[in-house]
C-alpha cells in the first residue's frame, strides 16, 4: 500500500488489530502491553511513540500512544483509521475535574467533545460540528463501568488547544455541563466520523483544578488507572 509506512508509523499492513487503545504516554502504551496483553509485539517506535499487538482474554487487540494534543492524535488516529484499516480506536487518558461531582480517580466517558480548537474547520462546514463518541462503544463503557462497580460519569469533555491557557475559564465551561477537560477527544472524534469509523474517550480524573493539591503523580498516572484500561479492554 502506497501510504504504509507512514511518515510516524514504521508498522505493516496487518500489525494492528481493528481495536486500538490509545493512551497519550508511551510509557502507559508499554505498560497496559506488559500488564494486560500476551505475545505482545512492538510494532511501531518512531518517535518513540510506542505501538504493540497481542491478545487480552483470546481477542487480539492492538494499544499505541498518541502524544500530548490535538495535533498529536489528529495524525496518529488519522493515519490508523485511514493506511491501516484500524475500525476503532477507544483513547484511554487522563483528565482535569470540571464538574464538582467528580474526583479523583473517577472515570468519565466521553459521550461528546466540546473544543476551543479550530480542527474541525478543515472539513469546510457551514456551521459548527458536535464531535461525539461511537453510541455502541458508549454503551459498552457504561456496561463494562457498572460490572466493575466504580465511580463513572457519562457527558460532554472539553478538549482544550492548550493545558497553560490565559483565556480558559473552567467555571464558564462548568456552568455547561462538561464534565471534565483534557486535549485530544475532540480530534479524534472528529477523525472516525471523517473515516466512517468508530471511537471513544475513556479518562480518570487525575486532578482537580479547582482543588489543587489532589493530583496524581506522574508515576500514579502512568501505572493505576487500571480499572479504565480494564473496561477498555473488555469493549475491545
Given at each position: 500500500?502506497?501510504?504504509?509506512?507512514?511518515?510516524?508509523?514504521?508498522?505493516?499492513?496487518?500489525?494492528?488489530?481493528?481495536?486500538v487503545?490509545?493512551?497519550?504516554?508511551?510509557?502507559?502504551?508499554?505498560?497496559?502491553a506488559?500488564?494486560?496483553?500476551?505475545?505482545?509485539?512492538?510494532v511501531?517506535?518512531?518517535?518513540?511513540?510506542?505501538?504493540?499487538?497481542?491478545?487480552?482474554?483470546?481477542?487480539?487487540?492492538?494499544?499505541?500512544?498518541?502524544?500530548?494534543?490535538?495535533?498529536?492524535?489528529?495524525?496518529?488516529?488519522?493515519?490508523?483509521?485511514?493506511?491501516?484499516?484500524?475500525?476503532?480506536?477507544?483513547?484511554v487518558?487522563?483528565?482535569?475535574?470540571?464538574?464538582?461531582?467528580?474526583?479523583?480517580?473517577?472515570?468519565?466517558?466521553?459521550?461528546?467533545?466540546?473544543?476551543?480548537s479550530?480542527?474541525?474547520?478543515?472539513?469546510?462546514?457551514?456551521?459548527?460540528?458536535?464531535?461525539i463518541?461511537?453510541?455502541?462503544?458508549?454503551?459498552?463503557?457504561?456496561?463494562?463501568?457498572?460490572?466493575?462497580?466504580?465511580?463513572?460519569?457519562?457527558?460532554?469533555?472539553?478538549?482544550?488547544?492548550?493545558?497553560?491557557?490565559?483565556?480558559?475559564?473552567?467555571?464558564?465551561w462548568?456552568?455547561?455541563?462538561?464534565?471534565?477537560?483534557?486535549?485530544?477527544?475532540?480530534?479524534?472524534?472528529?477523525?472516525?466520523?471523517?473515516?466512517?469509523?468508530?471511537?471513544?474517550?475513556?479518562?480518570?480524573?487525575?486532578?482537580?483544578?479547582?482543588?489543587?493539591?489532589s493530583?496524581?503523580?506522574?508515576?500514579?498516572?502512568?501505572?493505576?488507572?487500571?480499572?479504565?484500561?480494564?473496561?477498555?479492554?473488555?469493549?475491545?
Amino acid at each position: 500500500m502506497a501510504n504504509i509506512p507512514t511518515p510516524h508509523i514504521t508498522a505493516k499492513l496487518g500489525d494492528f488489530a481493528d481495536t486500538v487503545l490509545m493512551p497519550g504516554d508511551p510509557k502507559r502504551a508499554r505498560h497496559i502491553a506488559e500488564t494486560f496483553l500476551t505475545d505482545a509485539v512492538l510494532v511501531n517506535d518512531v518517535r518513540g511513540v510506542q505501538g504493540y499487538t497481542g491478545f487480552y482474554n483470546g481477542k487480539r487487540v492492538s494499544v499505541m500512544a498518541s502524544g500530548m494534543g490535538i495535533p498529536s492524535i489528529g495524525i496518529y488516529s488519522y493515519e490508523l483509521f485511514n493506511f491501516y484499516n484500524v475500525k476503532r480506536i477507544i483513547r484511554v487518558g487522563s483528565a482535569g475535574a470540571v464538574h464538582p461531582g467528580l474526583n479523583v480517580r473517577d472515570i468519565v466517558i466521553g459521550m461528546g467533545a466540546c473544543t476551543n480548537s479550530n480542527y474541525a474547520s478543515q472539513f469546510r462546514l457551514p456551521g459548527t460540528y458536535a464531535p461525539i463518541a461511537s453510541y455502541d462503544l458508549v454503551c459498552k463503557a457504561v456496561s463494562a463501568a457498572e460490572k466493575e462497580g466504580v465511580r463513572y460519569m457519562v457527558g460532554n469533555l472539553l478538549s482544550s488547544d492548550c493545558f497553560y491557557d490565559d483565556a480558559l475559564s473552567l467555571k464558564d465551561w462548568q456552568k455547561m455541563g462538561v464534565l471534565a477537560v483534557e486535549m485530544e477527544g475532540a480530534a479524534l472524534y472528529c477523525n472516525a466520523a471523517r473515516a466512517g469509523k468508530e471511537a471513544l474517550c475513556i479518562c480518570t480524573i487525575s486532578d482537580n483544578p479547582f482543588n489543587p493539591g489532589s493530583d496524581c503523580t506522574a508515576e500514579e498516572r502512568q501505572n493505576s488507572f487500571n480499572t479504565m484500561i480494564k473496561i477498555a479492554l473488555d469493549i475491545a
